[in-house]
């Protein structure tokens, strides 16, 4: 899969974590018994969850940091975290420089920009389904048509905590319950996205309007944490995923975002752009 880095202007082809486990689960016969029966099971995500915040779990953070040439900060040491989960959801200082009035990426991740309208199928990775399915509100989708919907993308790799677009406060949130399933291009044949579980979260930001952001947990990872603070400040932590590769979807109406230009080519000919958290992908519309 090939991804364009914005900061490092290149294209770049990205690792799948697991690929051939997810072949034998997503396109054999076999493996689709598995994954029905145990693999997208509660039980076995939970079961999965407390190997990674065990202490056996530590001898995998030396080998995941090699494989994706992760870089630990001068002053910190594998020997710090007590398991891969410690690890995995670490912490690092956020600092703000962005202009008042620039959008910017909300989490390390892989982004792709589409335009809204009454009858948009979104087909991340390869998943389908509109915006209604997505939110389970049919009124709120109306509100965002004619807008734009960005989508981030975390990978394994990547850091799995988010941040605030803005400045602002919480109007509503609500969590949907789903079966867990990978979010990975593979899945694409099952339609699995939309039985995820997700968070959504709608709020009033200073420059942007009413946003609508909505955390999706993928197969094992099915604890979605936020902080869930009633007012928040641009880029200050908005809350992290546990163990694996996530998405993260946002909603603005229309004629409140612009966005790079760089960014919108790349995501009309279907290709990720790789961005930072606090990186600027827009503007306020103007």
């Known amino acids: 899969m090939m991804v364009w880095d914005l900061k490092n202007k290149r294209y770049y082809e990205e690792i799948e974590y697991g690929k051939d486990r997810l072949d034998f689960l997503y396109n054999t016969f076999f493996g689709r018994i598995m994954l029905k029966l145990i693999f997208s099971s509660r039980w076995f995500s939970k ?79 390869r998943c389908r389904y509109d915006v209604s399915e997505l939110l389970q509100d049919s009124n709120l989708a109306k509100e965002y048509e004619n807008g734009k919907c960005i989508v981030y993308r975390l990978s394994v790799d990547d850091y799995h905590r988010y941040m605030y677009l803005d400045n602002g406060e919480i109007v509503m949130t609500k969590r949907i319950d789903g079966k867990l399933h990978t ?90 752009t790789k961005v930072e958290i606090g990186m600027k992908i827009g503007d306020k519309y103007v």
């Open 183 to 272: 979010i990975r291009p593979i899945s694409y044949k099952y339609n699995s996205f939309t039985s995820n579980s997700r968070e959504v979260c709608v709020i009033n930001t200073e420059n942007f309007g009413q946003v609508v952001q909505i955390e999706i947990g993928a197969m094992l990872v099915g604890k979605i944490v936020n902080n869930n603070n009633k007012y928040f400040n641009k880029l200050e932590e908005k809350g992290y995923f546990d163990y694996g590769g996530s998405t993260i979807v946002q909603l603005f109406k229309k004629d409140t975002i612009s966005i790079e230009e760089e960014i919108m080519e790349k995501s009309k000919l279907d290709i990720e």
């Open 47 to 125: 079961f999965q969850a407390l190997y990674q915040r065990s202490k056996f779990s530590k001898s995998k953070i030396k080998r995941f940091v090699n494989r994706y040439s992760i870089n630990l900060d001068e002053y910190e040491s594998i020997s710090n975290y007590s398991s891969f989960s410690d690890f995995f959801r670490r912490k690092r200082e956020i600092i703000n420089r962005s202009g008042k009035k620039e959008l910017v990426a909300i989490a390390d991740s892989k982004v792709q920009v589409y335009d809204i309208s009454s009858n948009l199928i979104l087909n991340i990775k």
